[in-house]
């Protein structure tokens, strides 16, 4: 028989497997003190991983004097790091969603 103990009791282990105690792995990370899956913290690894990739380029490109590919290479990374934030906050409103509609669905 289903009583209050046992879903509490189930909730507290649910909520004990799906907490991940990660260190803020974002450097451009607004928000140091929410918690990430994995797979969210690979994602965003990879996604700073190109955008230094593109600053490094564009640097590089400064140093050959290629004024007009440096600021092309700037430019998409900006746009890379706009969109990263934008899908991080889109997630984090997701998460938050599902998070609010587990006690109520239980």
């Given at each position: ?92 409103t997701r ?12």
């Amino acid at each position: 028989m289903i009583t209050r103990s046992n879903l509490a009791e189930q909730l507290r282990e649910y909520q004990i497997r799906s907490k991940h105690d990660w260190a803020s792995v974002s450097f451009f990370s607004s928000t140091s003190n929410l918690t990430s899956s994995r797979v969210d913290v690979a994602i965003f690894v990879i996604w700073e991983l190109v955008i230094l990739a593109f600053l490094v380029f564009s640097a590089v490109s400064l140093y050959f004097r290629h004024l007009r590919v440096a600021v092309i290479l700037f430019c998409i990374t900006l746009i890379l790091l706009l969109f990263m934030k934008i899908t991080k906050q889109i997630r984090l409103t997701r998460k938050k969603k599902r998070r609010m509609m587990l006690p109520l669905s239980m």
